[in-house]
């Protein structure tokens, strides 16, 4: 049962994460490689200052949540002077800086050694002991997002982003800010991400930049990608089977050397047949259209 529930609370996890980058991806057009990074910045801001400053895990996720707004919105200022597969660049660069000084700020990070001896969560009194409180506390932030997003896509915000994405010329012309759209988009969505991101340091009660790689933003984008990029709900199903996969193959019995290059052949070949299934129904759509 202590299995099950860690491997629930990862997929709580990832949803969340996965939920965060969609806005930005399917609703704001920018695919973004820093989430990780994101990620991170808010594990080491709640570890940090709950270990040093003693301070509850509410103020700690409130200033893991500014920490990570304030990066986003210098970052997406600079990268918005892109366009396409040099913004992707922008941010690829920038989650290698964020784990490079999360590797060698060592006074701060730990370094290579890791912040060990996360305290638990409690709130309002409420410790958040048991694996069993602690998926439940996952379960409500993970409906919190679920809502927070559903309610942004649905307002005129979220018609604004679809606008932008499908055509910035013409919303443009229309009177719609295109910069501020999207560095508002990209804010909320590093800003989402600070809350799997704490959840994650206080669960495992030991951080260090390992878990924080491009590979791992390279994930998360991942499961964006097979769940569909404004598909909310599927970003739950991409979880599951992203993060279970691994454990299906540990329990066939195959080696971890050869699991981890049929991992990899799953998970590309997952990504191209969802790249055709949409390209099909894109011409589907044109077709009936005309």
């Known amino acids: 049962m202590e299995y099950i529930l860690h491997l629930l ?5 990832y949803t969340m994460l996965s939920q965060s980058l969609s806005l930005s991806v399917g609703y704001g057009g920018m695919i973004s490689l820093a989430h990780a990074g994101f990620y991170g910045i808010a594990a080491y801001t709640s570890a940090l200052l709950s270990i040093n400053y003693q301070l509850t ?38 989650q290698v800086i964020f784990f490079t000084i999360l590797y060698n700020w ?57 606008a932008l994405k499908e055509d910035e010329i013409y919303a443009q012309s229309i009177g719609k800010n295109v910069h501020i759209s999207k560095v508002i988009a990209f804010t909320i969505s590093a800003m989402l991400a600070s809350i799997p991101g704490t959840l994650y340091a206080h669960y ?3 951080i260090d ?3 924080f790689t491009l590979n791992e933003s390279i994930f998360i984008f991942s499961i ?18 992203l993060v ?6 540990r329990f066939i019995g195959i080696p971890s050397a050869l699991a981890a290059n049929i991992r990899q052949i799953i998970y590309g070949s997952m990504l ?19």
Request: charged letters at 10%.
């Open 9 to 13: 609370i990862l997929i709580g996890i």
């Open 57 to 94: 895990y509410l103020v700690t996720l409130l200033a893991s949540m500014l920490f990570c707004g304030l990066f986003a919105i210098i970052i997406s200022t600079i990268s918005m002077r892109t366009v396409d597969s040099y913004f992707i660049i922008c941010t690829l660069g920038i």
């Open 106 to 162: 060592v006074p701060v990070t730990g370094g290579g050694d890791g912040i060990p001896g996360i305290p638990n969560i409690s709130i309002f009194g409420i410790n958040i002991e048991s694996r069993l409180t602690f998926f439940v506390l996952t379960l409500i932030c993970s409906a919190l997002i679920y809502y927070i997003l559903k309610r942004l896509i649905m307002s005129s915000f979220g018609r604004t982003l679809r």
């Open 204 to 206: 495992i009660s030991f």
């Open 209 to 211: 930049p390992s878990s």
């Open 224 to 241: 964006v990608i097979i769940s569909g990029t404004k598909n909310l709900q599927g970003c739950i199903l991409a979880s599951c089977i």
């Open 244 to 249: 279970l996969l691994p454990e299906g193959l």
């Open 272 to 290: 191209v047949f969802m790249m055709f299934f949409r390209c099909y129904n894109l011409k589907l759509n044109y077709i009936k259209n005309k």
